[in-house]
């Protein structure tokens, strides 16, 4: 049993749909004791005035408050963390912003101190880094023209290309699985993952890396979701107990399915590289004219296999539309009223005047047409990318379901994917079997030739 004080100030309260756990801060950060670790560290001195070093609260992440912060040496951001791996979280992070400082030309933050104890007078672990310039390209995308976005995704093709060569010296990547430490020679540790630290999953009996081979991986992350709903099933009323018993279904079978795809022995460990995995339009920070200023949100980030990386980035991900909406056939805002569809994005995006409909399906377009872009940068860079795209597809299919069962969503149709995986039939991905399922008329020809 992990010490639960190591975790002062955390709690974690049940999600309303009972699919997840959020972190909760028992006690706010004070600003005071912020603005005084910054003076220390900035060598600004205590009796200063205010003016030499201020504080502000600029925004808060799923694990971390953000604090901007400025003074007479400049200005900078304050990341304080709440202790959900306690020290790994943070010497992880600093140790893969500085190695890609070092190691490729990717605009991150520069570290200026850290603390991965709780013991300042903060209370709280933190890192004090450089504001880095910019806005996320969240913000500008609608009225970037296509040229700059084409731009931008070659130009993250050009990063990816040089994390698979990021390693220690003399050697190109990682070998294992894990969470990158602060030492000389950084390598692969313990993973640091919200699947392992997150409510009572961190306090779990099961391995935690770093893992020799995505079997290692996968087998534990699939132990965790067996052991929370295990426990679940335990403690659950009727209907609670039937979701349980379908995640428990189909959990164990993905269980039986891992072996075929993944070896269980590998020696040397497998080949991994640092992958993003969070790479979305709010954390790339791009200037007046979209060009790329920084990368930012490397909380979590560790070693993967170079399967995961053939993956497209977060922000290119979505449905396929090979046809550009026709923006007159959409309805105006003005036409309706309100539009119920805009949510939040009304407070921070111009609609200009269109149904939010309209900026999905452009957004599908454009996602569809820049993939092409990525793929052929990536072609360029790695002659053989095609190929180790090919060979990672059904592994990546298989991530995602086990993904998508830990949050127990798709459970029938992720046991539908399975099933024809388990048959050798590989022509339906899982994303399009999530989406439509496998038509009945198919099944039961199926059943027909049995």
């Known amino acids: 049993m992990r010490d639960l004080a190591l975790r002062d100030g955390l709690a974690w309260d049940d999600a309303p749909n009972r699919l997840d756990v959020s972190a909760r801060w028992t006690r706010e950060p004070d600003i005071a004791a912020i603005a005084s670790v910054c003076r220390r560290h900035l060598g600004i001195h205590p009796s200063a005035p205010d003016a030499d070093c201020a504080v502000y609260f600029h925004t808060a992440g799923t694990y971390n408050k953000l604090y901007l912060v400025d003074s007479s040496r400049g200005r900078y951001m304050m990341r304080v963390s709440l202790p959900v791996d306690p020290g790994a979280k943070t010497r ?6 500085q190695l890609v400082r070092r190691k490729t030309d990717i605009p991150v933050p520069r570290v200026i101190a850290f603390d991965d104890t709780s013991s300042s007078e903060i209370g709280f672990e933190w890192i004090l880094m450089e504001l ?13 023209t296509m040229s700059q976005k084409e731009t931008l995704v070659s130009r993250v093709a050009e990063f990816q290309a ?9 050697f ?12 000389e020679v950084p390598e692969p540790g313990p993973i640091v993952s919200a699947v392992f630290f997150e409510g009572a999953h961190f306090h779990y009996t099961v391995p935690r890396g770093p893992f020799n081979s995505s079997h290692d991986w996968l087998r534990a992350h699939l132990m965790i979701i067996i052991k929370e709903h295990t426990t679940a099933l335990a403690n ?7 979701y349980a018993e379908g995640v428990l279904r189909v959990t164990r079978k993905l269980l039986r399915l891992l072996p075929k795809i993944f070896p269980q022995l590998i020696h040397p ?4 590289v640092l992958w993003h995995d969070e790479l979305s339009l709010m954390n790339l920070m791009v200037d007046d004219s979209g060009r790329i200023t920084a990368v930012i949100d490397w909380e979590c980030v560790s070693t993967m296999p170079r399967w995961v990386a053939s993956q497209m980035p977060e922000f290119l991900r979505g449905t396929r539309r090979e046809e550009k909406p026709d923006r007159s056939r959409y309805t105006d805002v003005s036409e309706t009223g309100s539009d119920p569809s805009d949510g939040d994005l009304a407070d921070s995006l111009d609609n200009e005047g269109k149904t939010e409909l309209y900026w999905i399906h452009l957004m ?5 047409q820049l993939r092409k872009v990525y793929a052929a940068r ?3 860079l790695r002659p053989d990318w095609d190929v180790e795209v090919a060979e990672g597809h059904l592994k990546v299919d298989f991530l995602e379901a086990v993904r998508k069962c830990g949050g127990g969503f798709y459970l029938k149709r992720i046991e539908q994917w399975v099933d024809a995986v388990e048959r050798k039939e590989f022509q339906v991905g899982l994303s399009e079997i999530l989406r439509v399922g496998i038509r009945k008329e198919k099944t039961d020809k199926d059943k027909t030739k049995r």
């Not at 880095?132 to 970037?144: A, E, F, L, N, S």
């Not at 659950?236 to 039937?242: P, Q, T």
């Open 364 to 368: 599908e377009y454009e996602q569809t």
């Open 378 to 380: 990536m072609r360029h």
């Open 172 to 183: 190109s990547g990682f070998r294992a699985i894990g969470t990158l430490g602060t030492s």
């Open 269 to 272: 460990p497998e080949r991994t």
């Open 92 to 97: 992880g992070e600093v140790a893969t912003l």
């Open 162 to 170: 040089q994390l698979f060569r990021c390693g220690p010296p003399g």
């Open 132 to 144: 880095m310039p910019g806005r996320p390209t969240y913000y500008r995308w609608r009225r970037m």
């Open 236 to 242: 659950s009323d009727a209907a609670d107990r039937e």
